[in-house]
C-alpha cells in the first residue's frame, strides 16, 4: 500500500495491523458479554460533525478533552439489561438500563459505521438477493425498525459532524435473521472496499464511542439522531483530565477516522442503487396517494388483502397447492373492476371512512417570510357527495367545497407585488374575514372541528376524520406551526395529500408544478390565484380533477387496448379465412355433374424428364451425360455385372 493510503498508515503509526480491520472471530465470545465502559477510557477530540446527512447536529463547539475516572468514584452498578439475544454463535449485546448520554465503551467493543450499514445491501450483496433484502429489510425506514444502540465518536476536524457507530453483535445478528428470513448467506465482510467495515478502539491511548442512545423505530432513530447534545457531555462519575496526548496517538486517531470515513463511501454502486430505490418509493408513494384519495371519493373500491382472504376460505376446503392457485386466480380473475368512474352516475363505492378534506394555503409577505396575511381554509365533506352524480371531471362535487378567508389585522399593509402578483382582497368564494394575529391558531383550529365551516349547528356533532391536502402541503404546516398552530397533533388527522406530488404521479414529471400550471392541465379555471382563500378552493378542486384523470384515463387505455385487441382479432379471422379459401381453391369437385371429362392423352416428349430413369443418365461415378462421346461408345457394350443398375 501507499504511504497515503488509511491502512497503511495506521499501521505505521500503531506498529502492528491496523485495529480497524477486524475479522469476525474478533467478536466477543458467547460467554463474554459485551461490558460497559471501561475506567480508563479516553477521550481527544474536537467536537465535530460527520458526513451522514441523517447524523446529528453539532454537538457544541470544538474542544481537546481526556475523560478519566476520578479515584473516589466507581462506575454505577448495572441494572438488568435490556439484550438483543444473537443466535446461533454470536455474543450476547448487552445494554445496562443506566446507561447515561456521552458514557464511553469498552476497550473491546466492536463497531460498525452506520453509514456502512445503510449502504450494505447495495455494497456487499450480489444482484440476486440485492433487491430482495433491500425490500424486505433496508428501503422505506425498515432497517431503523428494530432495536439499535447507537454511539457516535467526534472527529478531530472542526465543524464536522460526529460518526454514528452501532455494535457489530447487533448488525450480526441482523444479519442473521435475514439469513434464516430468506435462506440466503449473508456475512460480515472482513474489510471494506476503500477502508474497514468493523472498528475497535482498544488502544489506550486513543478516544472512545461514546452513548447515544437506543432506538426501536424509524421515528425514535430520526428523533435520536437529530437531538442536540450538550458540548462535551459526560456522565457525572467521569472528569476532565489535564493529560495532553501525544502527537503519535492523535496522528494514529485521525488515520483511523479516514480510514471509516473511507469505508463509508462504498462503491459508487450504492449510491446509485439507493438513489434508485428511494426514487422508485417515492414514485410509488404517490401513486398510492392518489388511489387512496379515490377510495375516500367512492371511485376505487377497497382491495386490501382480499387475496389473502379468498386464499384462506378456499384453503379450508382441502385444495392442494397448485390447485388452489388455480382457484384463487381464478376468482379473483372474475371481481368486477376495481375502479369505475362515471360522471353521470353516483359512486357506487362508499367512500371509505366517510373523511372530512380540509385544505389550508397560507400566505406570507414576499419581503419577510415570517410576515403571515393570509390563511385559506376549504373543506369538502365525503358524506355530502356520496349519492351525489360527480359531473365530467368532477365538476359537481366541486361545488360542495365550502370555503374561508381570513386576513390578519395587523399586517394588512403588507401586500405581495414584486415577485408574485397578490389580490388578498380578490375573494372569489365568499366574503374575507379580519381577524387578530393572536387569535388566529383557535379561529384555524375551530376549522378543523364540526361542523367543519359549514356555519351551521351540527345536527349530529360527530368527530370524523380529516385528510390534510395542500400544495406543497408542508410548507402550509409549517406556516401553521409558526403562527401557533400545530395541525399534526389532531388526533382524528388520517393523513396527508399533497396535489403537487399526485399531479407529478399523474404527469410522470421529475419536478413539481405549480397551481396554475396544474390547474390548466385539468381544464380548471383558476381566477385570483395567491390569494389564500381562492388556493385552498383550487387545490381541492385539483385533487378532485387528479383522482378522476387518473382513472379516466386509465380507463381509456384500457379501453384502447381492448379496442386494439379485437381488431387484431378480427384482422386475424379475415385473413385466415382468405388463406383457408385460396388453399382450397382447385381441390374442389366441379359439382356432382361432373364425370371427370374425356380422357387426357400423354404428351411426346423428345428428352426424357430428369425423373424419367434412364441407365445411361447414372449419377455414379464416371457416368456421362446422355449424348456425349463417351456415351455413346458404351452402347451396346457389355454392362459391368460389378455394379448394379435400378
Known amino acids: 500500500m501507499s504511504d497515503t493510503d488509511p491502512l497503511s498508515k495506521l499501521q505505521e503509526l500503531l506498529g502492528r495491523a491496523s485495529l480497524a480491520d477486524v475479522h469476525e472471530e474478533r467478536l466477543p465470545a458467547p460467554s463474554e458479554p459485551v461490558t460497559a465502559p471501561n475506567a480508563t477510557s479516553k477521550e481527544y477530540y474536537p467536537d465535530s460533525d460527520s458526513d451522514d446527512e441523517n447524523t446529528m447536529n453539532r454537538l457544541g463547539k470544538p474542544y481537546i478533552k481526556e475523560c478519566l475516572p476520578p479515584a473516589n468514584c466507581a462506575r454505577p452498578e448495572a441494572a438488568d439489561p435490556v439484550e438483543n439475544t444473537v443466535e446461533g454463535n454470536h455474543a450476547q449485546w448487552a445494554i445496562d438500563k443506566d446507561w447515561q448520554v456521552g458514557q464511553p465503551a469498552g476497550e473491546n467493543d466492536v463497531f460498525i459505521p452506520w453509514n456502512t450499514v445503510k449502504k450494505y445491501p447495495y455494497t456487499y450483496i450480489g444482484k440476486i438477493n440485492r433487491e430482495k433484502v433491500d425490500k424486505k429489510f433496508f428501503a422505506a425506514g425498515k432497517l431503523n425498525n428494530r432495536t439499535w444502540h447507537f454511539f457516535y465518536i467526534r472527529r478531530l476536524e472542526p465543524d464536522l459532524r460526529p460518526i454514528l457507530l452501532v455494535p457489530a453483535n447487533q448488525f450480526q445478528d441482523f444479519l442473521t435473521k435475514i439469513n434464516e428470513r430468506l435462506n440466503i448467506q449473508l456475512t460480515i ?45 459526560i456522565p457525572k462519575w467521569e472528569e476532565l483530565s489535564t493529560v495532553a496526548p501525544t502527537d503519535r496517538s492523535m496522528e494514529a486517531f485521525k488515520a483511523k477516522m479516514d480510514m471509516i470515513l473511507q469505508a463509508q463511501k462504498g462503491k459508487k454502486l450504492a449510491s446509485k442503487e439507493r438513489a434508485k430505490t428511494e426514487r422508485v418509493a417515492k414514485q410509488q408513494s404517490w401513486n398510492h396517494a392518489i388511489k387512496r384519495v379515490q377510495r375516500y371519493l367512492g371511485i376505487r373500491d377497497v382491495r386490501r388483502g382480499y387475496r389473502d382472504a379468498v386464499r384462506k376460505r378456499l384453503g379450508a376446503e ?86 374561508r378567508h381570513f386576513r390578519i389585522i395587523e399586517n394588512r399593509r403588507y401586500e405581495n407585488h414584486e415577485f408574485v402578483h397578490g389580490c388578498a382582497d380578490r375573494f372569489e368564494f365568499g366574503e374575507s374575514e379580519w381577524i387578530n394575529l393572536k387569535d388566529a391558531p383557535s379561529v384555524v383550529a375551530s376549522c378543523f372541528k364540526p361542523p367543519y365551516s359549514l356555519f351551521k349547528d351540527p345536527i349530529n356533532p360527530t368527530v370524523r376524520d380529516l385528510v390534510l391536502v395542500g400544495h406543497d402541503v408542508d410548507a402550509d404546516i409549517l406556516y401553521l406551526k ?37 390547474l390548466a392541465d385539468l381544464g380548471i379555471a383558476g381566477w385570483n390565484l395567491h390569494n389564500a382563500g381562492n388556493d385552498a378552493v383550487y387545490t381541492l378542486q385539483a385533487m378532485i380533477g387528479i383522482a378522476i384523470r387518473h382513472l379516466v384515463e386509465k380507463q381509456a387505455k384500457q379501453t384502447s387496448k381492448e379496442e386494439d385487441l379485437q381488431a387484431k ?11 383457408v379459401l385460396e388453399q382450397n381453391e382447385g381441390w374442389s369437385s366441379a359439382g356432382e355433374d361432373s364425370d371427370g371429362g374425356v380422357a387426357v392423352l400423354p404428351k411426346s416428349t423428345d428428352r426424357a424428364s430428369k425423373s424419367t430413369y434412364n441407365p445411361n443418365n447414372s449419377h455414379l461415378p464416371g457416368s456421362s451425360r446422355p449424348g456425349s462421346s463417351s456415351a455413346s461408345k458404351k452402347r451396346g457394350e457389355p454392362k459391368d455385372e460389378g455394379i448394379a443398375y435400378w
Do not use: H
Not at 488502544?203 to 425514535?220: F, H, V
Not at 388527522?493 to 400550471?517: C, F, H, I, V
Open 318 to 403: 382441502g385444495l392442494e397447492w397448485a390447485a388452489l392457485d388455480d382457484a384463487v386466480e381464478a376468482e379473483l380473475a372474475n371481481l368486477p373492476p376495481s375502479a369505475i368512474f362515471d360522471p353521470e352516475k353516483p359512486c357506487i363505492f362508499p367512500p371509505e371512512g366517510s373523511v372530512v378534506f380540509v385544505c389550508v394555503d397560507v400566505e406570507a409577505w414576499e419581503r419577510d417570510q415570517q410576515v403571515i396575511t393570509e390563511i385559506g381554509i376549504s373543506t369538502l365533506d365525503t358524506a355530502e357527495i356520496k349519492d351525489m352524480v360527480p359531473g365530467e371531471g368532477g365538476t359537481k362535487w366541486m361545488e360542495k367545497i365550502r370555503a
Open 482 to 518: 409558526k403562527m401557533g398552530y400545530n395541525v399534526l397533533n389532531l388526533g382524528n388527522l388520517k393523513e396527508k395529500q399533497d396535489t403537487a406530488s399526485m399531479y407529478r404521479y399523474l404527469r410522470r414529471e421529475s419536478n413539481p408544478r405549480n397551481l396554475g400550471a396544474v
Open 189 to 233: 465482510p472482513t474489510i471494506g472496499p476503500n477502508g474497514s467495515f468493523q472498528v475497535t478502539f482498544e488502544d489506550k491511548d486513543m478516544p472512545r464511542p461514546r452513548y447515544l442512545g437506543q432506538a426501536t423505530s424509524k421515528e425514535m432513530a430520526d428523533s435520536l439522531l437529530e437531538k442536540d447534545l450538550p458540548s462535551g457531555y
Open 569 to 579: 382479432i378480427q384482422v386475424s379471422i379475415e385473413e385466415a379465412k382468405e388463406r
